[in-house]
């Protein structure tokens, strides 16, 4: 309860516990970040964020769908029950 | 074709076996597709006896089972010298590459036929895309030809024709409230989801590997070996870089001469990120939430390929500019009534760019130009209807016509 859902591909739900949904509190997604590297290890911020604090080019997350890139990026704000996607930034058209 | 094919990342550089895992476990980048180059003996006889569509180039192609190819005679479209419109525009050695003859009209008939057939090899028992337009009609054309479920994701307000005409091929068109960027999001989850073979998602890696042989055919009709510039419209940004992949490819091989060729990128304005970072000088893009262009198939403001096309462009020596829509308009009529060849709104992004790049003086008029044209206008022809003239109406009678025939 008051939890913010995450949501993971599958191919990554080995890095998440087995998981591809996972449940954590954050009042941002920086935060949200540090909670996930607290709980699975720290190797998965490295893959979150570069070198300058930045969320990667290669990565999309989305809070109850809108893209984070357009919402302040990791200082996003997060409410309880808020859903979280995370994907590979892939190409279409 | 036994050739042997890894992925690799993009990014890291960390390989894998071939599967249909399409992003890097350890840093989310994009996998490609590497052959053994040195197994790859290509030589002008034997295209000879090949045939004349995109599986000519299949040791180059990652399908390891040639009975798994879906195959709608797709690729192998004209290079046409076009010198009334090099004239036209002041270039003396141009050449259109005439990607509106596929099979459902677009140059996506070649990635989507890779990415389905390789759907196929790993036995998936569905397909979709999400998609601008064109992918839409291709990779249900090649779901009907394999027999498999479609499932097709597109955002609203999409050209009439594009939909109409992709309906035709029985998928399932899902149309989703908001702009491509949602429907690409939509379609990645129900990939993941559902275990869809998404084509331009979870097949991507072996999708661009189609586009990339529009590169091998531009050689191939110059006699293996480069043009001085080509111009690419761009979207997501894959295109471009699956072209230059096809190049680098050829030259590893031995095929072509060192690459000496440029590559520049062509936007409609209102969806021009890539251009806004080469202009700036930027090493990221800056995506665009609200894509404004009349180039619906390019409108894609946050291009998954986007960072990847701008690097080569750099490396290419290449140029990015952009364009408004009356100069699509205006280049799409200039390409009909001079070459008789009718594009939808993004080959009149390429060729309008091109115009702009040789009036400023950044393209010399002796330099052997190639202009991609990737769709055809009867795909979009809201963007030109209204911008051409009526038809004369007349009586059914000789003296009618007098005052418009010209003696």
């Given at each position: 309860m008051?939890?913010?859902?995450?949501?993971?591909?599958?191919?990554?739900?080995?890095?998440?516990?087995?998981?591809?949904e996972?449940?954590?509190?954050?009042?941002?997604?920086?935060?949200?970040?540090?909670?996930?590297?607290?709980?699975?290890?720290?190797?998965?911020?490295?893959?979150?964020?570069?070198?300058?604090?930045?969320?990667?080019?290669?990565?999309?997350?989305?809070v109850?769908?809108?893209?984070?890139?357009?919402?302040?990026?990791?200082e996003?704000?997060?409410?309880?029950?808020?859903?979280?996607?995370?994907?590979?930034?892939?190409?279409?058209? | 074709?036994?050739?042997?094919?890894?992925?690799?990342?993009?990014?890291?550089?960390?390989?894998?076996?071939?599967?249909?895992?399409?992003?890097?476990?350890?840093?989310?980048?994009?996998?490609?597709?590497?052959?053994?180059?040195?197994?790859?003996?290509?030589n002008q006889?034997i295209?000879?006896?090949?045939?004349?569509?995109?599986?000519?180039?299949?040791?180059?192609?990652?399908?390891?089972?040639?009975?798994?190819?879906?195959?709608?005679?797709?690729?192998?479209?004209?290079?046409i010298?076009a010198?009334?419109l090099?004239?036209?525009?002041g270039?003396?050695?141009?050449?259109?590459?005439?990607?509106?003859?596929?099979?459902?009209?677009?140059?996506?008939?070649?990635p989507?036929?890779v990415?389905?057939?390789?759907?196929?090899?790993?036995?998936?028992?569905?397909?979709?895309?999400?998609?601008?337009?064109?992918?839409?009609?291709?990779?249900?054309?090649?779901?009907?030809?394999?027999?498999?479920?479609?499932?097709?994701?597109?955002?609203?307000?999409?050209?009439?024709?594009?939909?109409?005409q992709?309906?035709?091929?029985?998928?399932?068109?899902?149309?989703?409230?908001?702009?491509?960027?949602a429907?690409?999001?939509?379609?990645?989850?129900?990939?993941?989801?559902?275990?869809?073979?998404?084509?331009?998602?979870?097949?991507?890696?072996?999708?661009?590997?189609?586009?990339?042989?529009?590169?091998?055919?531009?050689?191939?009709?110059?006699?293996?070996?480069?043009?001085?510039?080509?111009?690419?419209?761009?979207?997501?940004?894959?295109?471009?870089?699956?072209?230059?992949?096809?190049?680098?490819?050829?030259?590893?091989?031995?095929?072509?001469?060192?690459?000496?060729?440029?590559?520049?990128?062509?936007?409609?304005?209102?969806?021009?990120p890539?251009?806004?970072s080469?202009?700036?000088?930027?090493?990221?893009?800056?995506?665009?939430?609200?894509?404004?262009?009349?180039?619906?198939?390019?409108?894609?403001?946050?291009?998954?390929?986007?960072?990847?096309?701008?690097r080569k462009i750099?490396?290419y020596n290449?140029?990015?500019?952009?364009?408004?829509?009356?100069?699509?308009v205006?280049?799409?009529?200039?390409?009909?009534?001079?070459?008789?060849?009718?594009?939808?709104?993004?080959?009149?992004?390429?060729?309008?760019?091109?115009?702009?790049?040789v009036?400023a003086?950044?393209?010399?008029?002796?330099?052997?130009?190639?202009?991609?044209?990737?769709?055809?206008?009867?795909?979009?022809t809201e963007?030109?209807?209204?911008?051409?003239?009526?038809?004369?109406?007349?009586?059914?009678?000789?003296?009618?016509?007098?005052p418009?025939?010209?003696?």
């Open positions: 008051n939890e913010i859902i995450v949501t993971v591909p599958s191919l990554l739900a080995s890095t998440f516990g087995g998981n591809k996972i449940k954590v509190s954050a009042k941002n997604l920086r935060m949200l970040i540090d909670e996930l590297a607290k709980k699975f290890g720290n190797n998965v911020k490295e893959r979150f964020i570069d070198s300058e604090g930045k969320l990667r080019p290669v990565i999309n997350i989305y109850n769908g809108k893209n984070v890139r357009f919402s302040g990026e990791l996003t704000a997060l409410n309880p029950n808020d859903k979280v996607t995370i994907l590979p930034a892939v190409a279409g058209g | 074709m036994g050739g042997t094919r890894i992925l690799q990342c993009r990014e890291c550089g960390k390989e894998y076996p071939i599967s249909n895992n399409y992003f890097c476990e350890d840093c989310f980048g994009p996998l490609d597709v590497l052959y053994n180059y040195d197994e790859i003996k290509w006889n295209f000879k006896e090949r045939p004349k569509n995109l599986w000519r180039y299949l040791d180059l192609l990652p399908i390891s089972n040639p009975k798994h190819i879906v195959n709608i005679e797709a690729g192998f479209t004209p290079l010298k010198d009334n090099g004239k036209e525009i270039l003396k050695n141009f050449y259109i590459k005439n990607d509106t003859v596929n099979p459902t009209f677009s140059f996506k008939d070649r989507a036929g990415g389905i057939s390789m759907a196929v090899e790993f036995g998936l028992k569905s397909v979709g895309c999400a998609s601008t337009g064109n992918l839409a009609a291709a990779t249900a054309a090649y779901a009907a030809k394999a027999g498999l479920p479609c499932y097709v994701f597109i955002p609203q307000g999409l050209e009439n024709e594009k939909v109409a992709a309906l035709a091929y029985g998928p399932h068109i899902i149309e989703v409230e908001g702009n491509y960027d429907a690409n999001r939509l379609a990645a989850q129900a990939a993941d989801t559902y275990n869809i073979g998404v084509v331009n998602i979870n097949l991507r890696t072996y999708y661009v590997e189609g586009s990339k042989t529009l590169g091998y055919e531009i050689a191939e009709q110059l006699n293996w070996s480069l043009p001085d510039h080509v111009i690419v419209p761009v979207g997501s940004g894959a295109l471009l870089h699956a072209l230059c992949k096809g190049f680098e490819e050829l030259e590893l091989i031995g095929i072509i001469d060192k690459r000496e060729v440029k590559i520049s990128a062509a936007q409609g304005h209102g969806c021009a890539l251009v806004e080469f202009k700036n000088n930027l090493n990221k893009i800056i995506p665009i939430e609200h894509p404004k262009t009349i180039a619906k198939s390019l409108a894609i403001g946050e291009p998954g390929d986007g960072i990847y096309a701008l750099r490396e290449g140029l990015a500019e952009d364009v408004t829509n009356e100069e699509i205006e280049a799409i009529r200039l390409l009909a009534q001079t070459e008789g060849i009718f594009s939808e709104p993004a080959g009149g992004v390429s060729l309008g760019v091109l115009k702009k790049l009036e003086g950044k393209i010399s008029p002796d330099e052997k130009v190639v202009c991609l044209i990737t769709g055809c206008g009867l795909k979009a963007a030109v209807v209204g911008q051409l003239p009526n038809p004369i109406l007349v009586e059914p009678n000789l003296e009618a016509l007098a418009i025939i010209q003696m």
